[in-house]
């Protein structure tokens, strides 16, 4: 960025860079006072925690004398008002609670004040020390869309996942709470813009898409699994025919008995043997 020369021999930074710095010693100074707040306010705890301790025992040295002057003064036939001991504790008990919420109210108040300033640092460290304009309202109008777009597509996709299975260990309940809207009210009363802000009512459209899609998937994955498992009945069968023919029996005997059809199966036959056999002798081995 270039700098400006006051004529002297002298470099300036902008203004901008300036009231940028400016607003960084601030918040530095302002941070620095939250610590300071923070200490106090510990401080005002502590104190509070001990006006509160002085005052439960107040409460009951007041109770303790209460009771001990009621037994005197029906022992002594008079009444117990108007004493000067109890007013005295009766007194000392309601400047303890006026205390206790002058330092409650004065914590809050400090505490939200300063909250509330840093917050407003914050934000204009974050637009760098520029001030609105048309351009920067059009810029974060156009984030606060790219980001509610981003949350819609984020439940749609929450929902094809559930549909897909892949969320197992979330219930319809919990999966309606996760696609909310934050403003289910508003969020009612939205509209196409640009193509980036989808509608509830669109939000129908997507999921029909998604689960025609899925449906799509699952009808392949049915097909699929059809015709292995004809497959494999298919080649059980041949094995049982082969078994039925004894084209194990002969082909034992001598390979030339059996036809090229038959040594075919004669060879799935003798890995289906090899396998079995396997699994006996490994169940013996557990067994022993």
């Known amino acids: 960025m270039a700098e400006l020369d ?3 021999g002298q470099d300036y930074a902008p203004a901008e860079v300036q009231d940028i710095k400016a607003l960084r010693r601030e918040l530095r100074r302002m ?3 939250r610590e300071i707040l923070g200490m106090r306010v510990k401080k005002a705890r502590r104190e509070l925690a001990r006006t509160r301790k002085r005052q439960k025992e107040a409460e009951k040295g007041v109770m303790e004398n209460e009771a001990a002057v009621a037994v005197i003064s029906q022992r002594l036939g008079c009444a117990a008002e108007g004493l000067p001991e109890i007013d005295e504790w009766r007194v000392i008990m309601t400047e303890h609670k006026l205390r206790e919420k002058e330092l409650d109210h004065q914590i809050m108040n400090e505490k939200e004040a300063h909250e509330e300033r840093v917050k407003q ?14 351009k920067s309202l059009e810029a974060a109008e156009t984030r606060a ?9 984020g439940r749609i996709q929450a929902v094809r996942d559930y549909l897909k299975g892949e969320l197992e260990g979330i219930s319809l309940e919990e999966l309606r709470e996760l696609v909310r809207p934050p403003d289910a009210e508003g969020a009612e009363k939205e509209e196409e813009e640009d193509g980036v802000a989808l509608g509830l009512r669109q939000y129908d459209e997507l999921l029909r898409a998604a689960l025609e899609e899925l449906r799509e998937g699952h009808e392949q994955a049915v097909r699929d699994a059809r015709r292995l498992c004809n497959l494999e009945l298919g080649r ?8 039925a023919y004894n084209v194990l029996t002969r082909g034992l005997e001598d390979i030339k008995l059996c036809t090229p059809t038959e ?3 004669l060879r799935e036959l003798l890995k289906d043997v090899e396998s079995v056999c396997s699994s ?9």
Not at 145 to 153: F, M, Q, S
Not at 236 to 242: F, G, S
Not at 280 to 288: D, F, I, S, T, V
């Open 6 to 8: 006051d004529g002297d």
């Open 31 to 33: 941070r620095r006072g």
């Open 121 to 134: 640092l914050e934000e204009e460290l974050k637009k760098g020390g520029r001030p609105e304009t048309a």
């Open 145 to 153: 869309k790219r980001w509610a777009a981003d949350e819609r597509c």
């Open 236 to 243: 059980r069968d041949a094995l049982l025919k082969a078994l």
């Open 263 to 265: 040594r075919g199966a």
């Open 280 to 288: 006996r002798l490994r169940a013996g081995e557990a067994a022993h």
